[in-house]
């Protein structure tokens, strides 16, 4: 790579030098859990529903468990994911990427009208699939988001 290349990809990506470690990438980030009720359980969980690492947040598919349609069950699932980010300080319009996963194709374009403007005006990245032999817990749709703080 010629010398003038790689003064404009280092001063582009805010390094001093090309091979330097940004200052912010120096502290290294940790892994947190966030309890959704504030406390960790008393015996080991089969995962983590909300992790932080750095300033970025995972939280795991979030599904609707229970008797409806769905609208009613993406609506819901959409209203918890707002109520989890928000409750540490993020929000839909930080959400980066979105995986859907749905339990038929067939109510793709129902979901899409409740997911459509749920995440501002720039949405994130988003997958969708339907789910071979269901979500578990007969929901009709589940979300997982990655998000920053």
Not at 50 to 63: D, H, K, S, Y
Request: positive net charge; aromatic residues 8%.
């Amino acid at each position: 790579m010629n010398s003038n290349r790689r003064k404009f990809l280092a001063a582009a990506s805010g390094v001093a030098a090309v091979g330097a470690i940004p200052a912010q990438a120096q502290d290294k980030p940790t892994k947190r859990v966030i309890w959704r009720d504030g406390k960790k359980p008393d015996k080991t969980p089969l995962f983590s529903g909300t992790v932080a690492f750095g300033n970025l947040l995972f939280i795991a598919g979030v599904g609707a468990h229970f008797e409806g349609d769905i609208k009613a069950h993406t609506k819901h699932v959409l209203d918890s994911i707002k109520e989890q980010l928000e409750s540490v300080g993020s929000s839909m319009e930080k959400v980066l990427k979105c995986n859907v996963y749905l339990n038929d194709l067939k109510d793709y374009k129902e979901m899409n009208e409740m997911f459509q403007g749920r995440f501002g005006s720039e949405p994130p990245v988003r997958t969708t699939i339907a789910a071979a032999g269901g979500i578990p817990g007969n929901s009709l749709v589940e979300i997982d988001v990655i998000a920053y703080l």
